[in-house]
């Protein structure tokens, strides 16, 4: 990944993680609690690729793995949203621009039942059987449902933010850029042009020149 990537999903990871932790937690909202770090993911995995939405949501679940008050098994929410952003980069638009709202929010849908069903099977794999005690139908509708709410204040903003670093002038592409701006005007552009100019004008010169004498040739012969 390039460092404009890491700082950028650095920087709103470490963001949504406290949003979440020390404000949306605390609302005590019924059923599941909004996950704001996974409509970041989200948003960075539509952008960057299956490749890029893997690491991404490796890291954010690793760190909500291991930040306080974490209760379960370190590991648990990294291996869920590295699948989770894995398919989502799966569903990446090829030309980078999302012509409907459609697509990404039946994303969301699928990634709020697929992260919740996918940790309440990791929990149960492990011995956590918390997801039974409360009501998975519950936690599944309340999961889809806020995460939904939530995804257009947050989806397209860490869309627009990862678009703009992938567009930073600074970034390793902007050398590339530059090089072959450079390699095209030396192989095709202005210098090459003049020189090939040069040799036409000498070439025309030579053979007015020829052409000249041929005539002079011809009329001593007359």
Partial sequence: MRVNRILLS???????????????ARLHLPGAVPDLLLLTVLGLALVYGHVGGALVGFGAGLLADLAPPADHAAGRYALVL??????????????????SATAPMAVVVAAAVGSTLLYAGVGALVGDTAA????????????????????PFVVPGVMALARRAENDPLADTGTGKSGDVSSG?????????????????????????????GRIKGVKRL
């Fill in 185 to 213: 005007y030396l192989s095709g552009g202005t210098g090459l042009r003049i020189g090939g100019q040069r040799g036409g004008l000498r070439v025309k010169a030579a053979r007015a020149r020829v052409a000249r004498a």
């Fill in 82 to 99: 590295c699948v989770i952003g894995y398919l989502a980069g799966l569903v990446k638009p090829e030309s980078g621009q999302v012509r």
């Fill in 10 to 24: 650095s920087s709103l990871i470490v963001v949504a993680l406290v949003i979440q932790v020390s404000v949306l």
């Fill in 132 to 151: 039974r005690h409360v009501g998975l139908s519950s936690l599944l509708f309340t999961a889809a449902l806020y995460d939904l709410l939530l995804a």
